[in-house]
């Protein structure tokens, strides 16, 4: 019994081998309880989460069953060498890698908790849209600059002065990059106010084509012709921008004439009959068809329908069937379509 008492009294590095012994049995009672813990606790979490409506839930289990071994050892090494004696450069060292991962981790959720908080927010205003990726880098960098300051401090740098050199720093960095920081702030209000997306045609100033594109710095747009454009995001934003993708309506009005010899009643029905051509096409709405004017040469006709749809190809085809189904008519009925034509009258005088 003394041999054992001796041998638990040795001392090693100033630490008898009985508190040494003991700072293992908490090593691996804490590791062991926390295994246990993620395996079955967290692991039920998980579960449970998947069938409520919340996301709040989901984000908290899938954080926790998310955290590695290597952070438990981690954590059940640091409680266990608070009973014993350790160097201090070695007991600093251990403080800060337990502060680094404490604070990463706690960055990790908060940023999956505000990502998932901002999104809900985004889809009330935008429905079928996700949250921008452009907001999750806004949010870590903000949460990591928080816990980098606050890991210095706990290591003992003076951060008062780390943060005035950083303002000073930050003021001549924001002035030398300035046209760089209005196109990434005009991002994010693209970004929210959802302007255009992806695969909506748009008309800007002189340029027009499809939305490929919408960075952080600019945006490219396909043109009709086939090239690229790109945009800077601040020209967009102070720009007037046609979104022809949000038409839900395209007001169409063409116009065509008969000759001057059609007679009265056959203009009145040709108005009747033009609107039943316009009317048969499912995708479009006839809103009216007048004898608008006595023309130089015609009788002139002005159409005016609706379609039902923005497709810029499904209107092209819609207008080419009225169009010859409007030629068949005027051939099946005797009509004719008018031309530029002068008609001289030349007066015999007598002798």
């Not at 452009?134 to 606050?150: A, D, N, P, Q, T």
């Not at 919408?214 to 945009?231: F, P, Q, S």
């Not at 008018?338 to 030349?346: E, G, N, S, V």
């Amino acid at each position: 019994m003394e041999q054992i008492t001796q041998i638990l009294a040795y001392q090693i590095g100033g630490n008898t081998v009985s508190q040494l012994a003991i700072a293992v049995g908490i090593f691996l009672a804490i590791f062991v309880a926390m295994k246990i813990t993620r395996k079955h606790v967290v692991g039920r979490m998980i579960k449970l989460s998947k069938k409520t409506s919340s996301k709040v839930d989901d984000t908290v289990s899938a954080f926790l069953g998310g955290i590695k071994t290597p952070i438990y050892l981690l954590v059940a090494l640091f409680v266990a060498l608070q009973g014993i004696e350790v160097p201090e450069s070695l007991n600093l060292i251990i403080d800060i890698v337990i502060l680094v991962v404490v604070v990463s981790q706690v960055i990790k959720l908060l940023e999956e908790v505000f990502a998932m908080m901002l999104g809900v927010q985004f889809k009330r205003t935008n429905p079928n849209s996700e949250l921008p990726g452009i907001f999750r880098v806004g949010i870590r960098l903000l949460l990591w600059s928080i816990g980098i300051l606050l890991i210095l401090s706990n290591a003992g740098v003076n951060i008062s002065s780390l943060i005035a050199g950083l303002g000073i720093g930050g003021l001549a960095i924001s002035l030398a990059l300035q046209n760089i920081l209005s196109d990434l702030f005009a991002s994010f209000s693209i970004a929210v106010d959802k302007p255009f997306e992806i695969g909506d045609f748009i008309i800007i100033g002189e340029h027009k084509g499809t939305v490929k594109h919408i960075g952080m710095k600019t945006t490219r747009i396909t043109a009709l012709e086939g090239e690229e454009i790109v945009i800077s995001n601040a020209e967009l934003t102070s720009a007037r921008v046609q979104n022809y993708k949000k038409m839900e309506k395209r007001r169409i009005v063409f116009t065509f004439g008969c000759t001057y010899d059609t007679k009265a009643d056959q203009m009145e029905k040709i108005a009747k009959d033009v609107s039943k051509i316009i009317d048969d096409h499912k995708l479009a709405e006839v809103d009216r068809v007048h004898f608008k004017q006595f023309g130089d040469s015609d009788l002139q006709f002005e159409a005016v329908y609706f379609m039902l749809t923005s497709d810029y190809v499904e209107y092209m085809d819609t207008q080419q069937d009225i169009n010859i189904r409007l030629m068949k008519y005027f051939e099946e009925n005797g009509l004719e379509m008018a031309y530029p034509t002068q008609t001289l009258f030349l007066k015999k005088e007598e002798q």
